[in-house]
């Protein structure tokens, strides 16, 4: 059972515009929502965080944003770059549960210049 | 962010041999590591939950006499493939947290295992 859904597989932006990624989590007991970016063979690395008692949280060009009645969140990333070109990954734990990450299924994005 | 170092990056074999994959916390004490495998385009799966000092929790469906781990100080753990087939040719990636409670995970750069 897919816990974290996540949409879509892949995206093609031109540089400067904006990058939406969107996941869906079932689990009510997540309370941890981080993003994490990987490069071809390479482990992913942490972009951004959210937990559920904030609606949105921006760090540079990367902005979640969270709607808890929902249960979706989403990341936004501004003025696309080249170098932004990679798979990401959305994710969910909870804390009661050990904070074990249950991770979408990636969307490969592709930033063209 | 705090690093986490992963040995080898590559590692190619012949079938039936063992290998052994190493995951290092660089700068911080890790209680906790996981352990994931990813095949090509697609997404971590979590393979085993490891603990310093104890046993590793496996996921369900995961062969823990397959996959022996082992984590035997606050900043090493190490995930051995036993009698390694082609099929467990794959993308391995270690993580870890600083603390029992922190829900901040860091990530090993893998190791790509190919099995002959």
């Known amino acids: 059972q897919q816990q974290v859904k996540q949409s879509p597989q892949s995206l093609i932006v031109q540089k400067g515009g904006i990058s939406i990624i969107n996941c869906a989590y079932e689990n009510t007991a997540f309370d941890y929502f981080p993003w994490y970016q990987q490069f071809p063979g390479k482990g992913p690395a942490l972009l951004i965080a959210?937990?559920?008692?904030?609606s949105e949280k921006k760090e540079g060009r990367f902005t979640i944003s969270f709607n808890k009645s929902a249960k979706q969140f989403s990341l936004h990333i501004m003025d696309s770059q080249p170098g932004d070109s990679a798979t990401y990954f959305c994710a969910a734990s909870s804390g009661a549960a050990g904070n074990k990450l249950t991770f979408g299924g990636g969307t490969r994005v592709l930033v063209k210049p | 962010g705090a690093v986490v170092s992963q040995h080898p990056s590559r590692v190619i074999c012949k079938s039936g041999t063992s290998v052994k994959i190493e995951c290092r916390s660089l700068d911080f004490q890790a209680t906790t590591m996981f352990w994931y495998r990813q095949f090509p385009k697609k997404s971590l799966m979590l393979m085993a939950t490891s603990n310093e000092g104890s046993k590793a929790t496996y996921e369900q469906g995961v062969e823990k006499d397959k996959f022996l781990i082992n984590h035997a100080s606050l900043t090493l753990s190490t995930l051995t493939v036993t009698s390694a087939h082609p099929e467990d040719s794959s993308f391995y990636i270690c993580s870890a947290r600083e603390g029992a409670h922190n829900e901040k995970l860091f990530f090993g750069s893998g190791t790509q295992l190919s099995v002959l």
């Open positions: 959210i937990r559920p008692d904030v």
